[in-house]
């Protein structure tokens, strides 16, 4: 089993930055692609950003391509998203995701290709 575990949200104000953090934990024993998905009450989980296990790929959302960035540290086993000129509709709660076993070079943007999911991390942006 594995575990994931989100830290770093909080309140900030709009046009300022937070970096989330994600560890995950337990029998890790392939290569695996990680993500973040983030919702609002009343809507579907949405997708933020995923990053291939070797880090030569990332892939955003539209919403947030060239404010937000996300990487990784294998050797943590931990996913990083830095968000950066924020906004009130990035308000949300913010979930990492771990997709296992997967080619080493690819990400995944949809929920059904995650197999773990994190407790989730709120993050609100104030005008």
């Known amino acids: 089993q594995v575990q994931l575990q989100e830290s770093g949200g909080g309140l900030v104000q709009a046009g300022g930055s937070l970096r989330l953090s994600c560890v995950a934990s337990?029998?890790?024993?392939?290569?695996?692609?990680m993500g973040w998905f983030r919702q609002v009450p009343g809507k579907e989980r949405a997708f933020v950003a995923a990053?291939?296990?070797?880090?030569?790929?990332?892939y955003y959302g539209v919403s947030v391509k060239g404010r937000f960035d996300i990487s990784r540290d294998n050797a943590k086993n931990t996913v990083f998203l830095q968000m950066n000129r924020l906004k009130p509709e990035d308000t949300a709660v913010y979930y990492c995701?771990?997709?296992?076993?997967?080619?080493?070079?690819?990400?995944?943007?949809?929920?059904?290709?995650?197999?773990?999911w994190g407790q989730g991390t709120q993050v609100t942006v104030s005008p």
């Open positions: 995701a771990l997709a296992l076993g997967l080619a080493p070079n690819t990400v995944q943007t949809q929920e059904w290709e995650y197999d773990y």
């Open positions: 337990g029998r890790i024993l392939s290569s695996y692609g």
């Open positions: 990053i291939s296990w070797n880090s030569n790929r990332t």
